[in-house]
Every structure is written in C-alpha cells, then in structure tokens.
C-alpha cells in the first residue's frame, strides 16, 4: 500500500495551495480518506476527511469555508484546496485512508507527509 502526498510548498499568507494524494494498493476499493497536519511542537490536528462516494465531507474546527476535500475515485486521489492560507497553516500534512471515515484517525494506511510554509 501506497498513499503518494504532494503539492506542498512555501507560500505567503492569502495564498492557495491544493495538495494530491494518491493511493495504490489499498486492500478495499471503497475507502474513506482524510487529512490531517502536524506543526511543530504540537499534536497531529484533524484537516478534511471524505466518505468513499464523496456524499459527506469534514473539516476541522475553523478550517471549513477555507479549506475543501474532493476525490477522484478514477484516479484513487484525494484533493485539499486551502485558500486564504494563514501562518499558522504552517505544518506537514497528511493523508490517511481506512475503510470507515470515523476510523480515519487511527487509519492503517498513511502518506508521508508534505510540507506547507506559509510565511506573514
């Protein structure tokens, strides 16, 4: 299994990323999958997850309105569109997938992470 996360960089504040990853050799066809960041010295934070249709979407608190998850199942990638990103943005983020969006936070199956700098 493979959760491939690109799309990261260094941005200014106001600035858009959109962030891909793409899985291979998930042992379920129908998976949900999810985001999450981690910025330095602190825990790993919640971002954006998405059911296996793309029927119903999640955020963090404060993150929807700014941030959107979408997938394309053809392509098995999961997509975060982050607008209006703040410096305190800033942190690795991660992709996820697991059978069941309300197991996403202990999920199997984990990207490597990106990083996003978004500098004042």
């Known amino acids: 299994v493979q959760l491939q996360a690109s799309g990261g960089g260094l941005v200014q504040a106001g600035d858009s990323l959109r962030l891909s990853c793409t899985a291979s050799?998930?042992?379920?066809?129908?998976?949900?999958r999810g985001w999450f960041r981690q910025a330095q010295g602190k825990e790993r934070e919640f971002v954006a997850a998405?059911?296996?249709?793309?029927?119903?979407?999640y955020y963090g608190d404060s993150l929807k309105g700014r941030f959107t998850i979408s997938r394309d199942n053809a392509n098995n990638t999961v997509y975060l569109q982050m607008n209006s990103l703040k410096p305190e943005d800033t942190a690795v983020y991660y992709c996820?997938?697991?059978?069941?969006?309300?197991?996403?936070?202990?999920?199997?199956?984990w990207g490597q992470g990106t990083l996003v700098t978004v500098s004042s």
């Open positions: 050799g998930l042992p379920f066809s129908r998976n949900a």
């Open positions: 998405i059911t296996w249709n793309g029927d119903s979407t």
């Open positions: 996820a997938a697991e059978r069941f969006v309300e197991r996403l936070r202990e999920a199997q199956y």
